[in-house]
């Protein structure tokens, strides 16, 4: 099966931050919340501190056109760094203006509008904004008559 995903690393923040997602887009979790404690000991792996055991391992999301968003914790402890950046967006093609406005206003709540929606030269109601876990969002909407 082929598609189309956007993996997300967060540093402990990722079932919260899937929470906030599920509630935008609504659906379940594809396969539910895999976590740390799910790995089995490893011969020759350290043993995973307490603390990151609950931790979410995968957990996916299908959200607008059958577009999949995945993420997972990064823990420090198993040598993961995260650093966001500005070199990852994740672009919604919304079909209607009302529901580029929805999602728009959704995700950009406790974050911070970069680009407001407004329609641009190529045709589109277009804006952006990035969520208040850092994560970029563009809006495309070329609404058809």
Same mark, same amino acid.
């Given at each position: 099966?082929?598609?189309?995903?956007?993996?997300?690393?967060?540093?402990? %923040?990722? !079932? $919260?931050?899937?929470?906030?997602?599920?509630?935008? +887009?609504?659906? $379940?979790?594809?396969?539910?919340?895999?976590?740390? %404690?799910?790995?089995? *000991?490893?011969?020759?792996?350290?043993?995973?501190? @307490?603390?990151?055991?609950?931790? &979410?391992?995968? &957990?996916?999301? #299908?959200?607008?056109?059958?577009?999949?968003?995945?993420?997972?914790? @990064?823990?420090? %402890?198993?040598?993961?760094?995260?650093?966001?950046?500005?070199?990852?967006?994740?672009?919604?093609?919304?079909?209607?203006?009302?529901?580029?406005? *929805?999602?728009?206003?959704?995700?950009? $709540?406790?974050?911070?509008?970069? #680009?407001?929606?407004?329609?641009?030269?190529?045709? *589109?109601?277009?804006?952006?904004?990035?969520?208040?876990?850092?994560?970029?969002?563009? +809006?495309?909407?070329? !609404?058809? *008559?």
């Amino acid at each position: 099966m082929t598609r189309t995903s956007t993996y997300l690393n967060f540093t402990r %923040s990722t !079932e $919260e931050a899937f929470n906030f997602y599920k509630s935008v +887009f609504g659906g $379940e979790f594809i396969d539910g919340i895999h976590r740390f %404690s799910d790995v089995p *000991a490893q011969d020759g792996m350290p043993q995973m501190p @307490a603390e990151d055991a609950n931790l &979410v391992l995968h &957990v996916e999301l #299908a959200i607008t056109g059958g577009h999949v968003l995945m993420g997972t914790d @990064a823990p420090e %402890s198993m040598g993961s760094q995260v650093n966001f950046g500005n070199n990852v967006y994740i672009n919604l093609e919304p079909d209607t203006r009302k529901e580029t406005k *929805a999602l728009f206003d959704a995700l950009s $709540e406790g974050g911070k509008v970069t #680009a407001d929606l407004q329609d641009m030269f190529w045709g *589109a109601y277009y804006g952006s904004c990035l969520d208040k876990f850092g994560v970029q969002w563009m +809006f495309n909407c070329v !609404e058809s *008559a």
